[in-house]
């Protein structure tokens, strides 16, 4: 057993964790934070997305124990009580949530690129969200969004 | 779910540190941005009894830039290669490389160190223990027979880099280092001599030797660029790729250099092609005859998306858009 110091969700916390175990494992199994999705487990989708001090990574390649001293964001950590993040907002606006499996990896991938670039063009969204696999949209309505967040970037973020 | 094996985690704090522990265990592997081995790792074609965590190193965090060249520490990001705008500027090839490895937010996690050591790849090797125990094992992990060449007597598994043919073709050298049980050892060589065309026995590294960094030359008026043909746009690893470096003085090619990836089990210089475009001018004939000469020597089989004849061809394709566009 490691103990792990890091922040999630602006929350300090201190958890054991396995040597084998990976962050995703942790975030949903031992912190109940469940939004953050496990889907292929190996790195393809992006489905298990978090910020890692304001950078997407993959949780599920990522060991519980390098988490040490780190900032992590999950997509629930992104909502203000009731107000939505203006990308959570804007995914709602577009339509472009269908099942709603990568809707946090996109979401934070998303935010990531605006919290960097307010102002993407959509090759350079479409080049941001590339590891974020998504079954159900076609995109079109993924990339729609995020430009209609970044309208409201930065004064709303 | 595909939960990893047991293993012993261990957090060296320096170099030296690390190099006791990958000298001292010889079942530990070392472990750098996880964006390779992990996954091997839970597919089971990996059971390490210990990792040895690179991330707290310093020692392989340097990036330095100068006018004399470059030197970046093996646990560079690929995001901050692809990112660094010396790097862009001076070495495109680098740049171009790091930007197409995997997707971004692996580029964020994945280190140069590691793209430069990845393990070769092929459709019979990267699968679920379920899947290769189905199928039958191979000759790269539990099998007797190569599944792709049943009968060669060696491994064809794929040299699937990005970084590494820019990094050659841009004259690199790589600085190793290992524990002799007394002090810390560097050795430094041309980075080519890294590689052996077996997809099993693929990097020349002594045991407990681990890759410091990388070293290049001074990129004084070199034109470099990669270009990497894979399935879909990101993600996936290279079917076909190829690295050019070269140097025009009065309307010649000089010092050129190309390198091919995903052709073989190993980087293959294109050597043929380079004699031809030495000292030559650049025109739309010479770059076609170039073009044929491509991928000459190599002969992939069936072990990845797409045929064999169809990656070459795409190996071509892209050299010529490549030549082309540094010549113009």
Redesign the interface.
């Known amino acids: 057993m490691?103990i792990v110091q890091m922040t999630v969700n602006g929350n300090p916390i201190e958890v054991g964790v396995g040597?084998?175990?990976?962050l995703l494992?942790t975030l949903r199994q031992r912190l109940g934070l469940t939004g953050t999705k496990?889907g292929?487990?190996?790195?393809?989708c992006?489905s298990c997305?978090v910020l890692?001090d304001g950078?997407?990574?993959?949780s599920?390649?990522?060991?519980a124990?390098?988490a040490q001293g780190h900032e992590i964001v999950t997509i629930e950590g992104l909502a203000q009580g009731e107000d939505l993040h203006p990308v959570q907002r804007a995914f709602h606006e577009a339509g472009a949530v269908q099942c709603g499996f990568c809707t946090p990896g996109m979401v934070l991938?998303a935010k990531a690129l605006l919290d960097t670039n307010p102002n993407p063009d959509r090759e350079t969204i479409k080049?941001?969200l590339?590891?974020?696999?998504c079954r159900c949209t076609g995109y079109v309505k993924i990339v729609n969004a995020v430009e209609i967040a970044a309208k409201v970037y930065p004064e709303g973020a | 779910m595909m939960p990893l094996p047991r293993f012993k985690l261990e957090r060296p704090q320096s170099l030296t540190e690390a190099l006791q522990l990958l000298g001292e265990f010889p079942d530990a592997l070392p472990l750098a941005g996880g964006t390779d081995l992990l996954v091997s790792m839970k597919q089971g074609l990996y059971t390490p009894g210990r990792l040895v965590d690179l991330k707290g190193l310093k020692e392989l965090a340097t990036l330095e830039i100068n006018p004399e060249g470059a030197f970046l520490g093996a646990g560079v990001k690929l995001s901050t290669i692809r990112d660094n705008c010396l790097i862009r500027e001076r070495y495109p090839a680098l740049s171009e490389a790091a930007g197409v490895v995997a997707s971004p937010n692996i580029q964020n996690m994945g280190t140069l160190g590691g793209n430069v050591c990845l393990d070769t790849r092929c459709w019979y090797f990267n699968q679920s223990e379920f899947w290769r125990n189905s199928k039958g094992y191979c000759l790269k992990k539990d099998g007797d027979i190569c599944r792709a060449a049943p009968s060669a007597k060696r491994c064809f598994a794929v040299f699937s880099s990005d970084t590494v043919p820019a990094l050659i073709a841009l004259g690199a050298r790589a600085e190793l280092a290992w524990w002799d049980g007394e002090s810390t050892i560097h050795r430094e060589i041309p980075l080519e001599e890294l590689y052996r065309e077996d997809g099993i026995h693929r990097i020349a590294l002594k045991r407990g030797e681990l890759l410091v960094g990388v070293r290049l030359p001074a990129a004084h008026g070199i034109r470099s660029g990669y270009l990497k043909y894979r399935k879909r746009g990101a993600i996936d690893y290279p079917l076909a790729s190829v690295a050019v470096a070269m140097r025009m003085k009065d309307g010649t090619m000089r010092d050129v250099r190309v390198v091919l990836g995903a052709l073989a089990s190993s980087p293959v210089t294109a050597s043929e092609a380079m004699e031809l475009l030495e000292g030559a001018q650049p025109s739309p004939e010479l770059l076609a005859r170039v073009t044929e000469l491509i991928g000459k020597r190599t002969s992939p089989v069936k072990n990845q998306a797409g045929s064999p004849a169809h990656r070459k061809q795409m190996a071509r394709v892209y050299a010529q858009r490549l030549l082309t566009r540094l010549t113009a």
């Not at chain 1, 040597?19 to 990976?22: F, Y």
């Not at chain 1, 590339?130 to 696999?133: A, Q, T, V």
Request: glycine share 12%.
């Open positions: 490691i040597d084998e175990e990976t494992e496990q292929c487990d190996l790195g393809d992006g997305t890692l950078k997407p990574v993959l599920c390649l990522t060991l124990a390098d991938t080049g941001a590339s590891g974020n696999l």
